[in-house]
């Protein structure tokens, strides 16, 4: 087991990626919290299946969008578990329109969640670190779009592209502190994000065609490198970009 011993926080972990990591996290001994937005029947399964497993789990509703909840998340989760060692930013939305149609409103929604949340969910996290005199280890679930462009998606690419200076940037104010931070791109995964491409079968095979791996990533797939990194394995790793997409970024064929 890589994460006896540790508390581990993780965004959005009703479902999808998220779900896989606390389950993940668990089997390899941490206590769980298990945020969620809405959802709490879901979040109350993840927290029976940790538990199931022989550590500590609770689920705690907050919307990370808002800076007040996540302080408060974060605040609830020292309350109930005694600290937090490792938090994973995994929540994340995405909404499709062409550039010149985007509404304020949507993409507000997208960097408030997939920016504003990891950046003071990550800041009130440091800052509990700080104050009890811990190290830690903070592990963004960004994308393949931290670095390819999204057609119709530019709220989320620039949300992307954030985190991965986010991450850069941090990793060297944080490394002093001994706190690593570290992204996870995932490529194409089956989750409840892809709804829309999963039905859709003509988009869905002209996708698998893309990867060189000829398959979707399941979320076990990159809960498997999320765990490495949150473990004492990735000790000196900090500030990199784990991409999880069965070859699809570098995959270029001229039509
Ligand atoms: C997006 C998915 C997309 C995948 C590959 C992910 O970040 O959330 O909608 O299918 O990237 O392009």
Known sequence: ????GKVALVTGASQGIGRAIAERFAREGADIVVNYRSGPAMAADVVAIARGLGVRA?????????????????????????????LVNNAGVETHAPFWDVAESDYDKVLDVNLKGAFFATQAVVRHLRATGRTGRIVNISSVHEELPFPNFAAYCASKGALKMLTRN????????????????????????????????????????????????????????????ASDEAA???????????GLTWYYQEQ
């Open 1 to 4: 087991m890589r994460l006896t």
């Open 58 to 86: 609770e689920a705690i509703q907050a919307d990370v969008s808002s800076v007040d909840a996540v302080r408060a998340l974060v605040d609830q989760a020292v309350a109930v578990m005694g600290r937090v060692d490792v």
């Open 170 to 229: 941090l990793a060297v104010e944080l490394g002093p502190l001994g706190i690593t931070i570290n992204n996870v791109a995932p490529g194409a995964i089956v989750t409840p994000i892809n709804t829309a491409l999963l039905n859709d079968a003509a988009k869905l095979r002209s996708l698998t065609e893309q990867i060189p791996l000829a398959r979707l990533g399941t979320t076990d797939d990159v809960a498997g490198v999320a765990t490495f990194l």
């Open 236 to 246: 000196y790793v900090t500030g990199s970009t784990y991409v999880v997409d069965g």
